[in-house]
């Protein structure tokens, strides 16, 4: 029972829990993100080759973050001096500055609370996990990686679009949509409207599933 | 990184952050003013308040006669 509450991970639509952690850019809480969103992601461990091209990935799109008013902080179990000591690495190697705050999670609380330990991938690291928080603090969107399976930065991306899209837009956006490419009207709830909607001019394969173009901003 | 270190002396975070603050400011005004996002506006004043830099009230931050002599 321990073990489950142990482990026991948010679901989409909750509260993202909150906390308080060391960083390598200081002690900060879950809260003083509230008015941005936040893209919050784990990684298995420092100096490690799949982590460092993530990381470089991530710091190479933190202005399409940024624009998107969106903010990043990493996870994982290593101290906040191995944080340091590996963002001032991977600068020194490649010339990629890392912006953001990294989470040093020693004692895994953090981890524990957001599900990213998988005993079945590891019993020590943390996965790869993203959890992608709005601008209330609402878990809006979570993805779970293997240890052996980098993210796709692109993808988180468009998933804070998509999310955007759909909350200031009241839409839904279909597969493989991207910013720009039209969007699903929600269906109709009851027949009446299910009839009418064939003739609102929107781009119908049928009633319930009609796209249209939004504004350009 | 903290914003004042165990010598007593405070980070470029948190001169920008006084600096901004010598008049009454919010989280957000401190944030726009200082270029800084708000999460570590945020941090920076919890710090702050800690060590009498900073005071607040009704939601508003100013800096303290302490605090200037740190800037």
Not at chain 1, 70 to 88: F, M, Q, Y
Not at chain 1, 146 to 152: I, K, Q, V
Request: glycine share 6%; net charge negative.
């Amino acid at each position: 029972m321990e073990s489950e509450e142990e482990f026991k991970m948010p679901l989409l639509g909750d509260e993202a829990p909150d906390f308080e952690a060391q960083t390598s850019q200081g002690k900060l809480r879950l809260s003083d993100f509230k008015g941005s969103w936040l893209v919050m992601f784990s990684h298995p461990g420092d100096f490690t080759p799949v982590c460092t091209t993530e990381f470089m990935a991530f710091a190479e799109l933190a202005g399409e973050f940024k624009k998107r008013n969106c903010e990043l902080l990493g996870l994982s179990v290593d101290s906040a001096p191995s944080h340091i000591a590996w963002v001032r690495n991977i600068e020194e190697k490649t010339g990629v500055k890392i912006p953001f705050p990294i989470i040093a999670d020693g004692n895994k609380e953090v981890a524990k609370k957001y599900g990213m330990i998988h005993p079945g991938q590891s019993a020590t690291e943390t996965i790869r996990a993203t959890f992608i928080i709005d601008a209330d603090g609402i878990l809006r969107l979570i993805l779970y990686y293997p240890l052996t399976t980098g993210r796709n930065m692109q993808e988180i991306l468009r998933c804070i679009d998509a999310l955007q899209t759909a909350d200031k837009h009241h839409v839904a956006t279909p597969a493989n949509w991207k910013k720009g490419e039209k969007v699903i009207v929600p269906f109709p709830l009851d027949q009446e409207s299910a009839e009418a909607r064939l003739k609102e001019g929107y781009e119908c394969i049928d009633w319930y599933l009609c796209k249209k173009e939004l504004k350009k901003e | 990184m903290p914003c004042i270190l165990p010598d007593g002396s405070i980070t470029e975070t948190a001169k920008k952050v006084l600096a901004v603050a010598m008049t009454e400011k919010s989280v957000e005004e401190i944030a726009k003013g200082s270029s800084l996002p708000l999460f570590r506006v945020r941090s920076s004043i919890r710090e702050l308040i800690d060590a009498e830099f900073i005071a607040e009230k009704n939601g508003k931050y100013l800096t303290t006669e302490k605090g200037k002599e740190k800037i």
